[in-house]
């Protein structure tokens, strides 16, 4: 009796409770991977329950589960397994699917029993030809009648069995299509789901509101950008877009959402730095340290066809760098200008390597990649580094001037506005200070773009000060103009700022199916002010380039990515954003401008080749012609190139740059064109190339 009354007591202290249920209630989603948070309420009684979370992703990962809201209520163990005999929740169109396909497998099992039974009529009809015996002799008439009869059932009995075999046939067809979809939904014939096991101890009964976290894998977000550019004038509209994706086992359904820039599956130890001890080693030996590059970039599953440039330190075109998807013989390699396209067929990563180079390893982030590779480190003899520093306003010591957004407005119109500093006598040498619009290094025809009423204030820097900040270039002083910052649109989203990462707390609950496909949600839209140009370099391209610096972009929390571009209304095109330059302006490239023409044309008249001596003169000359069918002024920004020797025999001479802006290191002219609506201008230079007449040159 004893022993039966322990027995009861016992298992009054350990209740049972099994598969409790539990909804998803918000979800934090990563740049690669997502917090899960689901909600249950819960009754214990005195003592040890244990009970289970089911249902579950089969993607936890179980050292980040959590529980909140025990009270009073201690964890005495927290258990994650997979149940593979349990199948999850299937969406009504995958019930769908499930439901044809055990349609047609029931009409495939009822041809094949026609065709069994068809089979079995033949097979006696054929076992019973022989007609008669050896002492009963068959008529003519009879023997005409059976071989009819014969003839035409077993000409029956075929044409049923290819009519069966044909409805089998599209059946068959049906059921492999019907699969493609369900494989396009990310469904398994094996489902197995994830379960939470918790036991929990209480002296006293009480009722929980339990939180339980947890982070999953196979879920994530990427930005894109619409960048919208109506008039040169005007700022730039620029749409924050997150593509979310999820193949979690879950259903997402009417969740709160929050998306943010940080990764949990980064590795966030510091480096540790020990000595290094240098010694004799073999030529064949590989030595040198790399450090580990900082990217934030991260897979994108859209992404079905990569084309991109690879370009060494100087900037120059790598021709035959091989491009691989990781893991994968899929591959190409660049050509002789350094591009290179590629299909995709799996993989999340491209690696890139070539002799005498530093491999780089990148996520696939975007379907136009362009990478830089730096020369192996054990070839390098010698690193110079330089950089410039900054300084504040407060410790500037010499003369500032500063001219508010009041001044502005209220100033007589009329005449064109220009500055002076230290008198008209600097200005009238030909000398202009430097402009810097919003933290922008700036050329004195973008200023003309800006309109009065968007300037907040100008600062003149002069004397020590403006060469102290900006070196040789402030030595005619430096003019700081201020615009005021554009307003942008909130969708009462709230984007909250953290130590290393940001996050957008998005105010519409959305639904996010379990399917592998993205969900498009819109995050923000600014009115960004920029400063536009125009570029061209016929030499490579005959197009006009139209490009947007922006100042100040930190604010606006960008994440490298694509951005469709429309201009004037249309679609232009894809460009790339990529915030981790670190340079003090972004600078976008809003694609080709077709209502700008440009033609370089070699002038072959000009003069003829000669010979003197031992040497070979060949004479070159060209014409750039460019034409303005906009209908409003353009400033337009033009480069060419005169070859620069590398070899002492070959020699450059008879250099004519005509009115460009000509650097003789690098050979390079630079015209700043300003074109009114419907003109045209041209531009010419020429130069002479003299070398031994038995050699040949890459002209």
Do not use: C
């Amino acid at each position: 009796m004893k022993t039966l009354l322990l027995s009861f007591l016992l298992l009054a202290s350990l209740s049972f409770a099994n598969n409790t249920p539990s909804k998803i209630d918000n979800v934090t989603v990563y740049l690669s991977g997502a917090q899960i948070t689901r909600t249950t309420t819960i009754k214990l009684p005195v003592g040890t329950t244990e009970f289970t979370f089911n249902k579950l992703s089969p993607y936890i990962q179980e050292n980040s589960i959590q529980i909140s809201g025990l009270k009073n209520a201690s964890i005495l163990s927290i258990n994650y397994g997979i149940n593979y005999l349990a199948k999850q929740d299937q969406t009504i169109d995958v019930e769908a699917f499930q439901n044809s396909i055990k349609t047609f497998v029931d009409k495939i099992q009822f041809e094949d029993d026609l065709i069994s039974g068809y089979n079995e009529e033949l097979n006696l009809i054929q076992s019973n030809r022989h007609l008669g015996n050896d002492s009963q002799v068959v008529n003519l008439e009879r023997l005409k009648q059976f071989t009819e009869y014969y003839r035409t059932r077993i000409t029956e009995i075929k044409n049923l069995i290819y009519a069966s075999e044909k409805k089998k046939t599209i059946y068959q067809k049906e059921i492999s299509e019907i699969k493609k979809q369900l494989t396009e939904l990310n469904v398994s014939e094996k489902v197995q789901t994830g379960e939470i096991k918790v036991k929990l101890n209480t002296a006293t009964a009480v009722s929980l509101d339990l939180v339980i976290k947890y982070n999953v894998k196979n879920a994530g977000w990427f930005p894109i950008y619409d960048l919208k550019a109506e008039k040169i004038n005007a700022p730039l509209q620029l749409t924050y877009k997150a593509h979310v994706y999820q193949s979690t086992g879950n259903n997402w359904d009417n969740i709160k959402l929050t998306l943010s820039t940080s990764d949990p599956n980064t590795n966030n130890l510091k480096p540790d730095v020990s000595p290094k001890y240098l010694n004799f080693v073999s030529y064949n030996s590989a030595y040198g340290n790399r450090a580990t590059k900082s990217y934030n970039y991260k897979y994108n599953p859209m992404v079905q066809n990569v084309s991109g440039l690879v370009l060494d330190a100087s900037g120059l075109p790598l021709p035959g760098v091989n491009v691989i998807v990781k893991g994968t013989t899929n591959g190409t390699q660049t050509d002789f200008d350094g591009k290179y396209s590629l299909q995709l067929n799996g993989g999340n990563e491209l690696v890139y390597s070539f002799i005498g180079m530093n491999s780089e390893t990148l996520p696939i982030h975007s379907s136009i990649m362009n990478v830089s590779l730096d020369e192996d480190a054990s070839q390098l003899d010698e690193v110079v580094v330089t950089a410039y520093g900054t300084t504040s306003k407060k410790q500037i010591t010499s003369s500032l001037t500063t001219v508010t957004s009041e001044s502005i407005e209220n100033s007589t119109g009329g005449s064109a506005s220009f500055i002076k500093i230290r008198g008209i006598g600097t200005i009238a040498s030909g000398n202009q200070p430097l402009y810097v619009v919003d933290g922008i290094l700036s050329d004195e025809y973008q200023i003309n773009n800006i309109d009065p009423n968007n300037v907040e204030s100008v600062d003149v820097l002069k004397d020590a000060s403006s060469i102290a900040m900006y070196g040789a270039r402030g030595s005619n002083g430096v003019v700081l103009i201020t615009t005021k910052k554009g307003n942008y649109t909130s969708k009462g989203d709230v984007i909250e700022q953290g130590i290393t990462n940001t996050r957008f707390e998005i105010k519409k609950q959305y639904s996010i199916p379990t399917d592998g496909d993205v969900t498009v949600i819109e995050i923000e839209n600014y009115s960004v002010p920029a400063s536009y140009a125009y570029f061209a370099a016929p030499v490579l391209n005959e197009n006009v380039f139209l490009t947007a610096k922006i100042g100040n972009w930190e604010q606006y929390n960008l994440l490298p990515a694509e951005a469709n571009v429309y201009f004037e209304g249309s679609y232009s095109g894809k460009t790339n954003i990529n915030p981790l330059a670190t340079t003090d302006s972004l600078t976008v490239s809003l694609g080709v401008d077709p209502n700008v023409v440009i033609k370089r044309n070699e002038l072959n008249d000009f003069k003829k080749n000669q010979y003197i001596g031992s040497n070979k003169i060949v004479n070159k000359a060209y014409e750039i012609e460019v034409k303005n069918t906009k209908q409003s002024d353009i400033d337009l920004v033009l480069f060419d190139r005169i070859p620069i020797s590398q070899n002492r025999d070959i020699k450059i001479e008879d250099i004519e740059t005509g009115t460009s802006n000509y650097d003789s290191e690098k050979g390079i002219m630079e015209w700043k064109v300003k074109l009114i609506s419907g003109s045209i201008k041209t531009y010419k230079f020429s130069y002479a190339v003299k070398y031994p007449k038995y050699k040949r040159v890459n002209l």
